[in-house]
């Protein structure tokens, strides 16, 4: 690993134009559609009533496997995607240009043997320099501790409560999920080629993690916005587990004081864990 880098490269600007098909394709990568009369479901994907699904904001002017970039001298292979959060600070547009402006905010060095977790954030600004969304993620280097660290770490986020949730939604995702939302950036072959996914030891290919929380944001604007998306302001989490496709996610909500937490199951499993949404 090469802190020297990792503190200062800097990435450069990435500019994304896209459309309301991109919007739409999105959306049906999360599962909407699949009850095609549905007033809900339609509203994100037909061009004359079109909303955008909040966490559209992950996958905009995204820089796919940077870590792979041989200057970071970072074992990119033992990665994890650990968490991941997302502030809509202005709902997107469903077409348009976004701008994604990225740094490395820190890296946790957890010591030699015990991996390190890099803290990276990614902006997106319209093209009048409008702040429209800030992202989140920690990645875990399975093979990187020992190598120092540098700046500062947030908080780890909150355990759920050990109670019945308040709420709980139920989403199926289809068998050809992930080879629908790949197409919004993420060809990782893991997600699509059975071999690839063997080889990573998954018995067959898994759900992008991006997509699952997805899905979670889908059931928070269903449980707690009403069915509006511009009241989810923001929303965080930890992935736990993979998800297959076709498996149906259920996202439990618990009401703690003045914050929603949420975790998700699948197969009675956590594969969401410390989750919460933030609404306006």
């Not at 009850?35 to 339609?42: F, N, T």
């Not at 190598?147 to 759920?160: L, R, S, V, Y």
């Not at 072959?189 to 990573?200: F, T």
Request: aromatic residues 8%.
């Amino acid at each position: 690993m090469n802190l020297d880098e990792l503190r200062n490269y800097p990435f450069p600007e990435r500019t994304q134009t896209y459309t309301e098909r991109d919007t739409i394709l999105y959306a049906l990568g999360l599962g909407y559609g699949a009850e095609p009369g549905d007033p809900r479901h339609l509203r994100f994907i037909l061009e004359d009533r079109l909303l955008t699904v909040p966490s559209l904001c992950n996958v905009i002017a995204q820089p796919f496997m940077w870590v792979k970039e041989p200057r970071f001298e970072l074992n990119w292979i033992k990665l994890l995607h650990g968490e991941q959060s997302f502030e809509v600070h202005h709902p997107l547009p469903a077409a348009g240009s976004l701008i994604s402006r990225c740094r490395v905010l820190s890296v946790e060095d957890k010591g030699e043997g015990r991996g390190a977790v890099i803290h990276f954030e990614k902006t997106l600004y319209d093209p009048a320099n409008t702040l429209m969304a800030t992202i989140r993620s920690a990645y875990f280097l399975r093979g990187d501790g020992g190598k120092g660290g540098f700046g500062g770490h947030p908080a780890p986020p909150a355990a759920i409560p050990e109670r019945e949730p308040d709420r709980a939604i139920a989403i199926a995702t289809l068998p050809q999920s992930a080879l629908i939302y790949r197409l919004s950036g993420d060809v990782n072959p893991i997600h699509a080629d059975p071999e690839a996914a063997r080889k990573a030891g998954f018995e067959r290919p898994i759900l992008h993690g991006l997509c699952t929380l997805g899905v979670a944001t889908r059931a928070a604007i269903e449980a707690y916005a009403d069915d509006a998306p511009e009241r989810l302001s923001g929303l965080s989490l930890r992935f736990s587990r993979p998800v297959y496709p076709g498996e149906t996610i259920v996202t439990e909500f618990f009401e703690t004081g003045d914050k929603i937490q949420f975790r998700a199951r699948v197969r009675d499993v956590v594969v969401l864990d410390r989750g919460t949404i933030r609404l306006k």
